[in-house]
């Protein structure tokens, strides 16, 4: 790769560069040195190609700043390498709606690979085509459709998937955009982006309404002598490895919420420990320590000047004020607490709670190791209780898990404020907590312990908005052996993720829970 | 090449409405805009400061000084000539340090000379004009803070080395963000005037024109921007025709009346709700040639002046948009 992009020299960013190197600055030691102003320049003052690695790190405040470099520069282009694993974070949002091209080297070996070279006259030749290249107003109408119908949302998507048709043209050396160039545009651009696939038998959804009075030039010609839409479609389906859409689904899904899905606890600035942020301006405390490089860095412009401004200060020492002092900072994770609430009910008794009781030993046994939090809900009959209060102690949570009764009605709404309460309380200790609940979803006992079916599903509903509304990331499984709907519904309503477990075993659910929690 | 014309960003009426309100009164006190990436949100802002009438200042003022006398001290300008010159809209970056925000001694000249001067920052370049925040809602905490003092003191005070600098730093804040990358805190919510949420457009055809037009301008701009220079010039003069109007704009009790019930039925924090309400209610009538502020102009503008400003109730999944036009409707039948 970088072999071939070679003649285009592109420079290496990468995520954890200041703003100096970025933009420029003052050039400190040779300014001192030489006594007059030297100015070093920014990886992105001038154009051209920048190469991003380790772009999955990437910081949102970076991200930004290369999205509007992006936005407002056309003279700099950004290859971003993600080398992130499947339950890793990826490339930040802001960043990749803002790339089109999109290429999958998953599963490429070196080996495997040409090396790649690029045809420079054959490039420059394009661009001086596509500067005549016309527009094409089926060739916009056809890839806005498309991406419609592929599910998504942005508009950046369907203009970077015309440029790149543009290039495809150009490069062909055809003079006009055709539907090679617009599979091209479909593999590379839009394929990634996909929310949804419309199935190949399934109309697709936007058909159906009347097709546009307006410009029937476009649309005739579309019906005439080009490939309808689903092709275009199905040219996104065969760009993409079986898979990728689920991986890709799972890491916007990963970054969607708080960060604690991701298996990381939230980020959060700390005095002591973590990785180093730049320093900062403060008063050194128990809670802060001087950074002593930054704060000679900050105080060595200004001596020339204190002199002068303290003629009594003996010569030939540092010159240093309060305003100098910088103090560390660095950033860290905070604790992660896992709340599990299990249904000891009747209904789920009989089938499935020894199992549940497995998967939730195998889990804090795993805890331990990453040294995660456990808490234990239960709920049965007509309460719920907190069996296990957050802990790290794998002994007491295996004997309290042992001794778990099980029958009796369900109160779902119980066990949902109960966690609910557990959460909030781990969240004001500095806790990032997430929910597991496992439960069959036949809530039928209401908070204040009445047997009313309806005010207990309402009641559930009312809760499990609670639970988005405070951000708590979470996830359902439905052990029932056969899933109802109505738990779905409860998942949407907690923004939980809903995983359906008819027939797994213990170690069979302890394996989904890790996955599904990004461990 | 110049920014994309504000009048030909298709749709997402709200938003332009209330970067127009703001144009009109800068008291409202700026514009957020929340939404999906890939909806126009940073080209309406980069457009907006293309089609903003340009303001009248001292040549070489760093804070964009009216008159000779209002140029602080410690810029030493000395030129008297008036000038007109582009409206500032300053980008504040994310990794800002607060040197450059506030403005600090001026590294250059103290190495090299020994001297002590004072090199302006940010706040001082968007004094009477516009400060734009992409993505706010990641912004550091401690800018955060910064600006929500200057915001509301209307001056930026440095004190370092021995000196002591203010200048005013009057500006409109304007924040862009999306929410699923955080929330913003509710001091800083509560000093934007107007909040607008902005969505991609469902429609297929609207979305074709957004295509169309964006290609248009990125490929044939010559063309694009004939068409559209005049639609945004315009837009200016119906700007600067509501400015005029703005100060003679009658209100009658019965508007305050309004205004006061409605932000009592949201239960709305503070009286920033009302006093944005009436402001926004009033360039609203203003830009549209009204005589007076009527009922209507206050339906249209409460629920981008109220939306971020009530309570959060975590039981109503409804959001506030909807909670705001519910009480409109029961308050103002």
Redesign the interface.
Known sequence: MQAGLAPLCPRRLHPFM??EALDGG?DLSR??AE???VRHAGLLSRDGPVLLTMAEGCP???A??L??VL??R?GISLVALDEACDDDQGLP??LA?RLGLFLDLDGLAMADTAAIVLPGAAIAAARARLAH?R?D?AA??R???V??QLGI???????LA??CA?ASAALRGADAVQEADLRVAVELVLAHRALRLPEPEAPPP?QP?TP?P?DTQGRDRTSDTEIPDDLLVEAARAALPPGLIARLQAARLAR??ASARSGAGARRKSARRGRPLPA??GKPGADARIDVIATLRQAA??Q??RT??FPHAPRGRLLL?P?DIRIRRHEDRSDRLLVFVVDASGSTAVARLAEAKGAVELMLAEAYATRDHVALVTFRGIGAELALPPTRSLVQAKRRLAGLPGGGGTPLAAALRCALETAAQARRRGMAATLALLTDGRGNIALDGGADRARAAEEAT?LA??I???GLPSLIIDTALRPRPQLAALAG?MGARLIALPRADARGLSTTLSAALGR | MKPFPFAAIVGQDEMKTAMVLTAIDPKIGGVLVFGDRGTGKSTAVRALAALLPPIEAVRGCPVNSERPGDCPEWAHVTDTTIIARPTPVVDLPLGVTEDRVTGALDIERALTRGEKAFEAGLLARANRGYLYIDEVNLLEDHIVDLLLDVAQSGENVVEREGLSIRHPARFVLVGSGNPEEGELRPQLLDRFGLSVEVKSPGDIETRIEVIRRRDAYENDNAAFMAEWTAQDADLRTAILAARKALPAMATSNLVLHDCASVCLALGSDGLRGELTLLRAARALAAFEGAAEVGRDHIRRTAPMALRHRLRRDPLDEAGTTARVARQLAEVLP
């Open positions: 200041g703003a003052l300014t001192l006594g007059r102003a949102p405040a970076l930004v700043r999205g509007q936005d407002t056309p949002p802001a709606d290249l527009s107003p916009q109408d890839l806005t459709r991406a419609a949302g942005s508009l950046r998507a369907p203009l015309l440029a543009r936007e309404e546009p307006q969607s919420s900062r301006a412009p200004w020339r000047v002068r401004l004020l305003s009312t908005r609670a988005a509304a405070a309503a």
